[in-house]
C-alpha cells in the first residue's frame, strides 16, 4: 500500500512561530474539531490508518490514560502517548520521530548513531534496524562512564560523554534532556560527539508559547538540588522513584545549541490523520553539526 510521506513545517524562532500561528490559525480548528469527533465514549478504541515504520494499514489504540478535560466538559485523550500501532506497538510521539529519522534524516544501516536510551521498546525497534547503534543509561549502580554493568546496560553522563569527537552521524534522544542539570554542557558534549554533518534529533517537555526555557531545579558540584518551583517527577525505565525535570525548555534552546555551533537549529511541527500524528503542536528538534 502507498503511505504517505511524513510532512513537517521547520520553523526557526518565537517570532518565526508567531507568523505560522497565525497563517495556520483556521487549519488548527479544523484539526482540533476532526480530533474530537474521533473521540469514542469508551476506551480502549481504535482508529484506523496506515503505520509509516511498519509501511502497512494498522489500527491504532488510545486509552484516557493522562487525558485532559475541556472547559466543556469533553475528555481528551494524550494523543502524544497513545495511538499505538497494532503492528509495532510504538505510540504516536515515538513513531513520529523513527520516521523523521528514516525518511526525512535518511538514516540507513550504516550509520552510526548514538541514543540516550537502553532498556526501552523504542531502543531495541531501532536496533535491529541500525545494528551500529549505541545506547546508554545513566545508572546509579556505580558502572563507570563507557561501561557496561552485569545486565549489559551501558552508563552515559549526557554532561561527560565517554565517546570520542567526532564519532557519530546522528545523535536521537527522547524526552531526557529535561532530566539532564546543565542542558547546556549535554548539548554541547552531543555535538562533540557528531562527525561534521551529523545531526542531532530530540524530543523534550516544550512550550511553544514561551520564549524562555523556564529552569525548574538546579543542582550544584556536590550534587545538591535546589528546587525553584514544586518537584516534577518523570516515568524512569530504572526506578520506580521517577526522574526529576530539571526544565522546561522554551525557543531559546535553539539559540544555546547555535552559541554552541549546531546550524539550521529548527522545530519541525507534524500532523497526520492517516499516519496516527494526532495532537496540537506536535514537533521534533533537529540541528546539524
Not at 529519522?101 to 535491529?128: C, N, R, W
Not at 555535538?191 to 525548574?216: E, H, M, Q, S
Amino acid at each position: 500500500m502507498s503511505i504517505p510521506p511524513f510532512w513537517a513545517a521547520a520553523v526557526s524562532s518565537y517570532d518565526q512561530y508567531l507568523g505560522f500561528l497565525d497563517y495556520m490559525g483556521a487549519e488548527l480548528q479544523r484539526r482540533d474539531d476532526f480530533e474530537l469527533s474521533l473521540i469514542k465514549p469508551t476506551e480502549p478504541f481504535f482508529l484506523p490508518g496506515s503505520c509509516g515504520i511498519c509501511k502497512k494499514a494498522t489500527s491504532f489504540r488510545v486509552t484516557f490514560a493522562h487525558a485532559s478535560t475541556r472547559t466543556s466538559g469533553q475528555i481528551v485523550p494524550n494523543w502524544r502517548e497513545h495511538l499505538n500501532c497494532e503492528h509495532c506497538g510504538l505510540n504516536n510521539r515515538m513513531r513520529a520521530a523513527i520516521q523523521f529519522l528514516q525518511d526525512v534524516m535518511h538514516g540507513d544501516a550504516s550509520s552510526h548513531i548514538y541514543m540516550t536510551e537502553q532498556i526501552t521498546p523504542m531502543y531495541s525497534f531501532l536496533k535491529d534496524r541500525y545494528p551500529n547503534m549505541i545506547g546508554s543509561e545513566f545508572l546509579h549502580d556505580g558502572t563507570l562512564p563507557g561501561q557496561y554493568n552485569k545486565n549489559g546496560v551501558r552508563f552515559e553522563d549526557l554532561t561527560r560523554l565517554s565517546f570520542a569527537d567526532n564519532t557519530f552521524d546522528g545523535v536521537l534522544s527522547f524526552d531526557v534532556l529535561e532530566h539532564v542539570p546543565d542542558y547546556k554542557k549535554g548539548l554541547a558534549e552531543i555535538y562533540r560527539c557528531l562527525k561534521p554533518g551529523g545531526k542531532l534529533l530530540f524530543t523534550a517537555p516544550f512550550d511553544v508559547n514561551d520564549p524562555n526555557t523556564v529552569i525548574r531545579a538546579t543542582m550544584d558540584s556536590d550534587g545538591n538540588i535546589e528546587h525553584l518551583m514544586e518537584p516534577e517527577y518523570h516515568g524512569d525505565p530504572l526506578t520506580d522513584q521517577g526522574v526529576l525535570c530539571f526544565q522546561r525548555f522554551g525557543w531559546d534552546v535553539l539559540t544555546s545549541m547555535e552559541e554552541i555551533g549546531f546550524k539550521g537549529a529548527q522545530l519541525h511541527f507534524y500532523w497526520s490523520a492517516d499516519l496516527g500524528y494526532l495532537g496540537p503542536m506536535q514537533f521534533v528538534v533537529v540541528g546539524e553539526k
